[in-house]
């Protein structure tokens, strides 16, 4: 699921889904820029699968991407209606394909990604901490993964966590 009718009041990034695929990313940001000025805008491609392609917005503040999805949501654009919800955080995270990546598993489901990121911080740089959760629930699965920038890191990690 790429939106989410959840957030807290530090969310700045808005999902827009059932997208033309005439749509452009230059076209999205062009429209919700006359809301306010746009972060950063994303879109994705859809069509090599057979959906539709949808966009990701982020705003400098929460009250702008909230007044964007009432202004926006169920609007014409193009040839479609489209969808505006709160973005949930796959969004708009950074790219971290060269990163280190680390399984952590058999996690305590109570465990967010803020704890994990405290626990992991010790060994060096962390890039990102992903909780995995159930998209219904919403609770933790009880496993996630943690991205190290440098390997050197990530070989720390996994020695210490190999033998405490």
């Not at 699921?1 to 990034?13: F, I, Q």
């Not at 972060?39 to 705003?59: A, M, S, T």
């Not at 709160?86 to 967010?112: C, Q, R």
Request: some cysteine; proline content about 3%; aromatic content about 10%.
């Amino acid at each position: 699921m790429a939106y989410d009718t959840r957030h807290d009041e530090l969310s700045t990034s808005i999902y827009i889904g059932n997208l033309d695929p005439s749509a452009t990313e230059d076209y999205i940001k062009m429209i919700f820029s006359k809301i306010a000025p746009v972060k950063r805008c994303k879109l994705i491609q859809g069509q090599e699968h057979g959906i539709d392609p949808y966009c990701f917005v982020e705003f400098h503040d929460h009250a702008t991407a909230e007044h964007a999805i009432a202004t926006m949501n169920g609007r014409q654009l193009l040839d479609k209606r489209i969808r505006v919800n709160w973005a949930t955080n796959a969004g708009m995270k950074k790219d971290t394909s060269n990163d280190y990546h680390i399984f952590v598993g058999d996690l305590s489901y109570e465990i967010d990604a803020n704890t994990l990121q405290k626990e992991f911080d010790k060994f060096g740089e962390v890039t990102d901490v992903r909780v995995v959760r159930d998209p219904v629930s919403g609770k933790s699965k009880g496993f996630g993964f943690i991205s190290f920038k440098e390997e050197t890191v990530s070989m720390r990690v996994l020695s210490n966590l190999d033998h405490p």
